[in-house]
């Protein structure tokens, strides 16, 4: 099972839903909802853009560094069912999730 922090590599479905490409994503959900089929994720991109919208992946932010200098979309999360999900490369640590929520949250302050 997924836990909540971990980053995966999804299968992410193209516009056309006719193909797909491997990308990265964290687990937003919680047990609750990883007991269930599916998970609740948000995008990771290599393209830095620095913005209010992104939250830096360091390496020392995770146990496991990624192949490249990477970012959270924090505005880009989306549900997904867990057999899409490749596989686990590594987990964003504890107090990293604590910012990164409070960081999605003030997203959806009026």
């Known amino acids: 099972m997924y836990q909540q922090g ?3 590599i999804v299968s992410f479905p193209f516009t056309d839903a006719a193909n797909s490409k491997p990308r990265p ?6 047990r609750i909802v990883n007991n ?3 998970v609740i994720l948000a995008q990771i991109t290599a393209t830095i853009r620095n913005d209010n919208f992104s939250f830096a992946l ?3 932010f995770v146990d496991t560094p990624l192949n490249r200098q990477s970012e959270i979309r924090c505005h880009k ?3 997904m069912e867990k057999r899409l999900i490749k596989k686990k490369i590594s987990n964003l ?3 990293q999730r ?3 929520f409070s960081k999605i949250c003030a997203l959806l302050q009026p």
């Open 6 to 8: 971990d980053i995966v």
């Open 25 to 30: 994503a964290i687990v937003l959900s919680n």
């Open 58 to 60: 360091e390496d020392r």
């Open 77 to 79: 999360i989306f549900v």
């Open 98 to 100: 604590t910012i990164l």
């Open 36 to 38: 269930s089929q599916d």
């Open 93 to 95: 640590i504890p107090a």
